[in-house]
């Protein structure tokens, strides 16, 4: 967990929004993973530790993402709000781990 809040923390500043790259996954999986005052997140803050965060845009149909869906059906061209840490940790798991390069 501490990876993932480190990562959240790198949110840098592009026209006015903070934005941080998609977390890749070792087996090509990719998503966005955002967390600060103008995201679907809890705290909705630029300062962590946050316990809900903004996914959005996998790079392929993920279920363990569908509860959170803002547009349920269309999987890979959605927001997912306010989606709790630790799910964003077993997906991540479950696509063989953070690939860092």
Known sequence: MIQLQDHLAQLSSIRGTRVIQPVKCHDGFMMSVQASSTHYCMPRSDVGPWTRVE????????????????????????VYPHVPVEVVLAVIELHGGWDHK
């Open 55 to 78: 996914v959005g845009y996998p790079s392929q149909i993920e279920p363990l993402l569908w509860p959170w869906a803002e547009l349920p059906g269309d999987w890979t061209d959605t």
